[in-house]
């Protein structure tokens, strides 16, 4: 069965850490793979995404994400986190049949 | 963990027809649910945000009288679409919200596909 793992429930950094969330699915096929996030009391926003070409990523708010095919993996960085960026994310794998979320991560940054 | 249950996962349905689709928190109080839909090779978009006991804020563009949202307790939101037609085919899928101590989570349905013939 397909699945998307997010290995990391909870994370808690200090500003200006650097931050990679893991993210890794398993599925064969073409997949697109997404990451989103979701701020306190808001609806899910889209960080970046891969669909092909390129597989370092850039999205939005210094986020980036490499996607690695031979290890089925899609892990998020950003070199230097903000207060800003505490909020739940979530990696999701879309395999045109379906689209899959992983559970999610918490991330809290200390100021 | 919590788990939100969506209900169905497919189905298909002959245009001019309507479709209910169910979004049930099943171990928690969801004081808000949220309704995307995506399409093919597209990232989810935001169609509604449903809180309970009151009607539905809809995003630009999103015909409220075509996709009718309802909170009625704080376990189930339904996402019903009138009249289908081929363009409303697509993957729908909630999310619901838990508040927990000084944080929310969010959880998400399988999700349901949509095929209008």
């Known amino acids: 069965a397909q699945s998307v793992s997010q290995h990391n429930h909870h994370v808690i950094l200090s500003e200006a850490a650097s931050l990679e969330l893991g993210c890794n699915y398993s599925?064969?096929?073409?997949?697109?793979l997404f990451w989103y996030v979701q701020y306190p009391g808001q609806h899910l926003q889209l960080l970046l995404k891969?669909?092909?070409?390129?597989?370092l990523v850039k999205g939005i708010k210094g986020f980036e994400a490499e996607f690695i095919k031979s290890k089925f993996s899609f892990n998020l960085r950003k070199p230097s986190v903000q207060w800003s960026d505490t909020a739940e994310y979530f990696c999701?794998?879309?395999?045109?049949?379906?689209?899959?979320f992983g559970s999610g991560t918490r991330l809290s940054i200390r100021p | 963990g919590a788990v939100v249950s969506q209900h169905p996962s497919r189905v298909i349905c002959k245009s001019g027809t309507s479709v209910k689709i169910e979004c049930r928190s099943l171990?928690?109080?969801?004081?808000?649910m949220f309704w995307y839909r995506q399409f093919p090779k597209q990232s989810l978009m935001l169609m509604a945000t449903?809180?309970?006991?009151?009607?539905?804020?809809?995003e630009q563009g999103v015909e409220k009288d075509k996709f009718l949202i309802n909170h009625a307790s704080l376990t189930l939101s339904t996402l019903t679409v009138t009249s289908a037609h081929p363009e409303d085919s697509s993957f729908y899928i909630c999310s619901a919200s838990r508040q927990g101590s000084g944080s929310t989570e969010a959880f998400f349905g399988q999700g349901t596909r949509l095929t209008v013939v």
């Open positions: 999701a794998v879309d395999s045109a049949s379906k689209i899959i």
């Open positions: 171990d928690f109080q969801a004081t808000t």
């Open positions: 599925y064969g096929g073409t997949v697109n």
């Open positions: 449903s809180n309970e006991g009151s009607k539905a804020t809809y």
């Open positions: 891969y669909f092909s070409g390129d597989p």
